[in-house]
């Protein structure tokens, strides 16, 4: 499946607007693509015990998993900004998942068996960088290493 990179840029940039980033005041959207064509959406979700903070590439996989896709995982857009005081976002350079959120993409790409594609964009989607995982999170642990992976 060749997946529309600007719709599922659109739909991580839509969620975010749904952050709950009253601290940081970053808002990110995550927009994750299933194998039949199916758009799971998610994003941050901030407490004031900082440590206990989602990510929304990680509630967007929690989410899926939630419905028994987690192995569906083909691709992936990021999107993420500044909030502004109406809650706008700005920011024109393209966001990339932490390295939390990429160890938990490469557990759902090992269990699904495939490479997931990663779409990182600017707040306001104009500026978009494709990339594999595994070229943003090389030689990665994961449930291969542990024989569990198809």
């Known amino acids: ?56 590439e990680t509630v967007a996989l929690a989410n899926a998993n939630s419905e028994g896709r987690f192995r569906d995982v ?5 999107v993420g900004g500044l909030l502004d005081a109406d809650g706008a976002m700005k920011g024109d350079a393209a966001i990339y998942p932490c390295g939390r959120c990429r160890q938990v993409l490469n557990e759902a790409a090992q269990m699904g068996g495939r490479d997931i594609i990663v779409h990182c964009a600017s707040a306001d989607g104009a500026h978009v960088e494709t990339h594999s995982l595994s070229a943003l999170l090389p030689h990665a642990f994961g449930p291969a290493d542990l024989g569990l992976a198809p």
């Open 1 to 56: 499946m060749t997946p529309d990179i600007s719709a599922l840029v659109a739909a991580a940039r839509r969620v975010a607007a749904n952050a709950h980033a009253p601290y940081s005041r970053f808002g990110v959207g995550a927009a994750l693509l299933l194998a039949d064509g199916t758009v799971v959406t998610g994003t941050n979700f901030e407490n004031a015990s900082y440590g206990l903070s989602l990510c929304a």
């Open 74 to 78: 083909v691709a992936i857009a990021v």
